[in-house]
């Protein structure tokens, strides 16, 4: 029986929390993958330097088993309650076995009402948004709370589909995706979270990201 | 000064060899990252599901300082010696302080006969297509011979870029840009060379590479 993974996508997304979990989940045997958006067309990352042309829209995609929502600063104007993408989180989520965010994917999924008392991960530097929405953040890599699934920021969405794949359709159809994208990773750099990096290398990011908030 | 960071789509690339790596060259500095195609408009990655909207021919791009090519299995086509891609890689390398692939990118710079004599990367399976462009395969993840830096499959890319922010910008602001998108990789299985997967998972991957390869 094929499933129904849908990836919801919006101006604005970080294209590597969605394009690393497409890649992993792409590669699964009965799939039909679904990028979607609140309207087709062209939509811009939070870069502003690539374009995606959607086809299809949340309204094209009906009760999926599985949804993927990746994190971006563009989100934050689709938290308010009235977001035609929360209305269509909360009714994907009524029929999905696993819903999963990567990033503040997570925040979505809050302003939905799907993580009220919930453990769940974030980026790391989002960890009061995320707790306004009544989680617990958890540092972990990938938390599993229910059919809840959260990750980390950004590159988290790798590890996060590779679990996701293997519940899926094993551990060995996992392990085969994870060889076929030759994931043996080896940052040359121990500066993958805040206590790794230090306080130093710490501000310099907050710092950044306050700028970008900036309107 | 700014740094001009040319990144190369074509039909049927692999997306994650370059969403990866422009998700870490875009947070740094002083660049200019151009992503660029033999033609405007709409291009298909190689699973069909998504579509990038290109802005930027290579006739819009001279003189990049830096020009990463990404992998996939629609580049089979384009190493034939007439392919528009390779007059412009050739021509860009002319310029580059650092020329780079991920995955069977590596292909391409082959063919345009740039790493004849040189040790380069590529996916673990393609390692005969390689070396019949005069290289010699290294199972290294990334591989830097002069200026010529090759990563392995996929997801190699990430280590590739944050090795190359480091070239361009520092240590630090590498650092920073692997903690902005907290690179903190745990995969969920030891399966990500073909030592580790094993001889059953390895042909699991053979398998379905040659299926995509059949007309």
Redo the contacts between chains.
Sequence with gaps: MTTTIAIAVYPGL???DV??P??VL??LPDVD???CAAERG?LTDD?G???????RTFDDVSAPDVLLVGGGFGNRRLLGADSPILEWIRASDATTSWTTSV?TGSLLLGAAGLLVGRTAST??NCVDLLEGFGATYSSD??SVDGKYLTG?????G??LA??LA?LLRG??V???I????????????D????A??GP???E??RA??EARQRP
């Design positions: 970080t294209l590597l394009i690393g497409y890649q792409a590669l993958v679904v990028v062209r870069r330097l690539v374009h995606l042309d959607v086809e990033c980026h790391w890599r990938v980390a920021g950004v590159s988290a790798i590890d590779l679990q293997a551990d060995d996992a392990r085969a994870q060889l076929g994208i030759e994931y043996d990773p080896q940052p040359p750099f500066a993958g979270s805040p790794a990096a130093a290398i710490v310099m990011v950044a990201g």
